[in-house]
């Protein structure tokens, strides 16, 4: 047996039994709440928590930074939710958008997509007789 072989045989048992695949991860620097004063705060707790299991004061002081960033976290999130709704104040189309995206909800479409009109069309009157 050869290494081409070899090489062939292995790449083929990977990708039928552990295929390769591709996520979309979200940063969430990216989001437009979390500004410098935050980022150093995180920063500051990933040090933090590399030291927490050397003595008893640095887990404590971990623990300290993880309540500091939740709160500022939440602060930050209320005062940005608070923005858009004031700005979207006497327009509910803005406002209607805004909590679709904090829902997390996507929009369909309502007719279903199909080259062929004369089926599509058969399809309604099939089911609305």
């Excluded at 090489?7 to 695949?21: N, Q, W």
């Excluded at 805004?98 to 279903?112: E, H, L």
């Amino acid at each position: 047996m050869q290494v081409q072989d070899l090489t062939s045989a292995a790449s083929f048992l990977l990708d039928e039994h552990a295929p390769y695949v591709t996520k979309n991860v979200a940063v969430v620097d990216s989001a437009p709440r979390f500004d410098s004063e935050y980022r150093d705060l995180r920063k500051e707790r990933r040090r933090a928590e590399k030291k927490k299991k050397k003595s008893p004061e640095h887990h404590r002081r971990y623990l300290d930074l993880c309540d500091e960033a939740n709160q500022l976290s939440n602060s930050k999130k209320k005062q940005y939710f608070k923005k858009i709704l004031d700005n979207s104040r006497g327009n509910p189309k803005t406002l209607y958008t805004m909590v679709n995206n904090v829902m997390d909800r996507k929009q369909d479409n309502a007719i279903p997509d199909t080259e062929n009109i004369e089926e599509l069309a058969s399809t309604f009157n099939t089911f609305f007789t």
